[in-house]
């Protein structure tokens, strides 16, 4: 098992717990001789321990991430499970899904309005789980209805964008990831259908990515969930069920996948939010191993942040369950469910240091 | 020791090992129950088990990924593998339920049985909700057998006995855990029936009551306003000491 690398948020992590090889034979023989014989004397205790070093065959890395803020409320006026954050400029947008609105707070975390269908009779969410932004607006979908909402940033609705009518059988359309390119086209993920829709600035479709029923492999998704695009377009899914993150082209074709579904390192449990940077680092945050896993443009493994102590499972998180991610250049925010709004420092990959002059990744 | 103890000994030993592997078979769902279920969520072809008993790395007795937080509105392991599909996102079906502005029933998430599956059983259907018990809005009695004389009265209806709620209206599907919530006769959706989930609710309790759907009043500390709902001569004739 390799040592931990240096964590940020915890500076004096405990050793990994490993026990003499000796020892772990010994037990091994114990154990099996035990389950033969239908004897249970090994304490419990002894009996984890042995299991937990003997599972793990590589230590998960902690990747080098600096804890900037963590907004855990904004104010008096509470979110309730937020799940997806946004920036726009120096503004961030916070989507409260418990409190069907979406929150605008400045710079420094502070909440500077609230937008509901009070503010706009037309932004009545029920159950709305992604927005994204081209870098002008907002544009945030509902799972419980077949349209893209597109918001201002001081809280009207300019636009509806009825999403087409392609649900197969009786699956009403059920969108609950969205990206939008720099160009206007949308991509939507529907959760009913298992597929991606890729739609112009209108929402006519373009192109449904999937089978239309569970499916994995090139073929299509389990369930399609939060969506975003690289600087060439290229459209990161992620597929929550299946554990794993599909890059299509811009035109839908499926270029790779990484990930698959474990809690190890570099597996995923519950993938809930991408983002991509602009040197092609692909963050994946993964509400159940509650921490932003990451990988390379390739899609290899890179380390994970937020686990304490990645090789205790017991040690801690300083998520509780991340969901929606937002980039803006080396500041990825985490709208966490339960933690709240949390912004990490991630430099740029030393090996890439070009990367910091190129044009940010749009998302 | 005799070779007769011995022997005695050692059939006790098989029998218990015997005993307790054939328990921990039968404590855990099988394949063939979760197939076909909403809880089947697994591609063409897959096993129904690994969406939920995430493979490679099983962190104690139940092979599921565990929650990293021991405390929390997500500790222990049942409740964060539960929220992680019923978020909204897999499924909007039940998301009311981690509501943490809301109190839920009392449990002890790091306990098997004492999470989401002390009603609960992922693996089978039951009666609705994959509920672990007949009865549905009314298995509280399933746990709570008091049952007495001054016990309020479930399973009659509402209407035969002349008493039409002030809020009998309410949303099923969506978390309403306010007012009165009158139940079909097997208690899985609305109807005329007074059941426990009537005035009680175990995921979205008022705060400060015994799960109840109605608050205390700002001048009551009782559970006045709830009565009063359905036994409306009583808010008029009533009178309670102010706080």
């Known amino acids: 098992m390799t040592s931990i690398a240096y964590d940020p948020y915890n500076p004096h992590p405990r050793p990994a717990r490993r026990l003499a090889p000796k020892f772990l034979l010994l037990a091994s023989l114990l154990i099996t001789g035990g389950a033969v014989a239908g004897v249970v004397f090994l304490p419990a205790e002894v009996s984890e321990e042995a299991h937990h070093t003997a599972v793990r065959g590589v230590s998960d890395l902690v990747y080098p991430a600096a804890l900037v803020a963590h907004v855990s409320q904004p104010g008096e006026s509470q979110w309730l499970l937020p799940a997806a954050v946004v920036t726009v400029d120096d503004t961030t947008f916070v989507l409260d899904t418990g409190n069907n609105r979406i929150l605008k707070l400045d710079v420094d975390g502070r909440l500077v309005a609230k937008f509901d269908s009070a503010t706009d009779s037309r932004l009545g969410l029920r159950q709305a789980v992604a927005m994204a932004t081209d870098g002008r607006k907002l544009f945030v979908v509902d799972s419980s209805a077949p349209m893209v909402l597109v918001v201002g940033t001081s809280g009207r609705v300019e636009k509806a964008i009825p999403l087409p009518s392609v649900a197969l059988a009786d699956k009403p359309l ?109 963050f994946v945050s993964d509400g159940l191993k509650a921490a932003i896993e990451v990988f390379s443009p390739a899609g290899t493994y890179l380390g994970a942040v937020g686990r304490r102590d990645p090789d205790d499972p017991a040690a801690g998180s300083l998520f509780v369950a991340p969901a929606g991610l937002w980039l803006s250049g080396d500041r990825l925010q985490v709208a966490d469910r339960f933690a709240g709004l949390v912004t990490l420092k991630v430099p740029g990959p030393v090996q890439q240091a070009k990367a910091a002059t190129t044009p940010a990744a749009s998302h | 020791m005799t070779t007769r103890m011995r022997r005695v000994l050692a059939a006790m030993t098989l029998a218990l090992g015997a005993a307790l592997f054939g328990g921990a078979i039968t404590v855990l769902g099988k394949p063939a129950d979760v197939a076909g279920t909403r809880h089947d969520v697994a591609i063409q072809g897959a096993s129904p088990c690994t969406s939920c008993h995430i493979p490679s790395d099983p962190e104690g007795e139940a092979l599921w990924a565990g929650a990293p937080n021991k405390t929390g509105p997500l500790a222990g392991n049942m409740k964060a593998l539960c929220f992680s599909c019923h978020d909204g996102t897999v499924t909007a079906v039940g998301s009311y339920a981690f509501d943490p502005s809301r109190p839920e029933h009392v449990g002890d998430p790091g306990i098997k049985g004492e999470s989401c599956d002390r009603c609960h059983d992922p693996h089978r259907p039951g009666p609705g909700k994959f509920l672990k018990q007949q009865g549905a809005a009314g298995m509280c009695q399933e746990c709570h057998r008091r049952a007495g004389p001054a016990d309020h009265p479930v399973n009659v209806s509402a209407s035969a006995a002349g008493i039409t709620p002030a809020d009998k209206d309410w949303d099923a599907t969506h978390g309403d855990f306010t007012g009165t919530r009158l139940w079909n006769a097997e208690g899985t959706g609305p109807g005329d029936y007074v059941k426990c989930l009537t005035c009680h609710s175990p995921h979205g309790g008022q705060p400060g009551t015994a799960m109840s759907t109605v608050a205390f009043s700002g001048s009551h500390t009782s559970f006045l306003p709830l009565c009063a709902n359905c036994h409306s001569r009583w808010a008029a004739t009533t009178k309670e000491a102010p706080r």
């Open chain 1, 174 to 282: 059920r969108p609950i990831g969205i990206a939008v390119s720099p160009d206007g086209k949308i991509a939507v993920s529907d959760a009913n259908n298992h597929r991606v829709l890729l739609l112009d600035g209108e929402g006519r479709l373009l192109k449904a990515v999937g089978i239309g029923a569970r499916a994995g492999g090139t073929e299509g998704f389990n369930v399609p969930g939060n969506l975003a695009l690289d600087g060439a377009g290229n459209i990161y899914v992620v597929d929550i069920l299946n554990g794993r993150v599909v890059q299509l082209s811009p035109g839908g074709d499926v270029i790779r996948q990484f990930g698959q579904l474990g809690d190890t390192a570099g597996m995923l449990a519950r993938p809930k939010g991408v983002a991509v940077d602009a040197a092609g680092r692909v």
